[in-house]
């Protein structure tokens, strides 16, 4: 099955400071999806970018479909952005399919 | 708009015992999918639901069974429950109705803790 592999696996940084998550995956996808998990364990759609790039506000989004990985931009970064980011893949020639979950980037944000 | 809705929010069940989890799709979606966290790890898949039946399934033994009623809404059981299933449970829902894949949302959860 596809691999999905996320780093850094942890990320602390100072509230203003910007960051890049990324995201690895092993054979070709025709879905991916990036969410935060906030700390009650709801999973917050971000994107969905199997390839190209999308932004909304200080989050912007580029997956390479081609090189096989996508990357999580958070600019300005503030409290509220803590949490823990999985990127999902999957791929299917038919629509609604399975997604495979990476192991997530936890990132905390300091005041 | 509603979106996905999952009950009981929490559970605690002893070994043994069986338990099921009840979901609803966001509005105008006909696929379920669910979805076990364990702690400090990414959502595993279990099985998807389309049209009442299961599509697809992962690598889940038996004692995982769910169901899909006529309103889309579906129902994860459990039985013969082990320490090991204490997780969170995620509903994901979706639309099938597309030729390409579709962006799935997911409800809030349910936490079940196996004592």
């Known amino acids: 099955g596809i691999q999905v592999e996320q780093s850094p696996p942890d990320l602390i940084l100072q509230e203003g400071a910007n960051s890049t998550l990324r995201c690895n995956f092993s054979?070709?996808?025709?879905?991916l999806q990036w969410f935060h998990q906030n700390p009650w364990g709801q999973l917050i759609n971000l994107f969905y970018?199997?390839?190209g790039t999308k932004q909304n506000g200080r989050l912007s989004a580029t997956t390479v479909a081609t090189e096989r990985y996508s990357l999580l931009y958070i600019s300005s970064s503030q409290t509220t952005d803590s949490g823990v980011y999985f990127c999902?893949?999957?791929?299917?020639?038919?629509?609604?399919?399975?997604?495979?979950f990476g192991s997530g980037t936890r990132l905390s944000i300091r005041p | 708009d509603a979106g996905v809705t999952q009950s009981p929010t929490h559970l605690i069940k002893t070994r043994g015992q069986q338990v099921t989890l009840r979901c609803s799709p966001k509005?105008?979606?006909?696929?379920v999918s669910w979805y076990q966290q364990a702690l400090g790890q990414g959502p595993q898949f279990i099985f998807q639901?389309?049209?009442?039946?299961?599509?697809q399934r992962g690598n889940f033994p038996d004692r995982f069974s769910g169901h899909q009623f006529p309103n889309y809404s579906s129902e994860l059981n459990v039985n013969a429950l082990l320490l090991g299933d204490s997780a969170l449970y995620l509903c994901?829902?979706?639309?099938?109705?597309?030729?390409?894949?579709?962006?799935?949302?997911f409800g809030p959860g349910t936490r079940l803790t196996v004592t």
């Open positions: 509005s105008g979606h006909d696929t």
């Open positions: 994901a829902s979706s639309q099938t109705e597309t030729t390409v894949p579709y962006e799935q949302y």
């Open positions: 999902a893949v999957g791929r299917s020639y038919s629509s609604a399919s399975k997604i495979i």
């Open positions: 639901y389309y049209e009442e039946e299961e599509r």
């Open positions: 054979d070709s996808v025709n879905n």
């Open positions: 970018i199997p390839s």
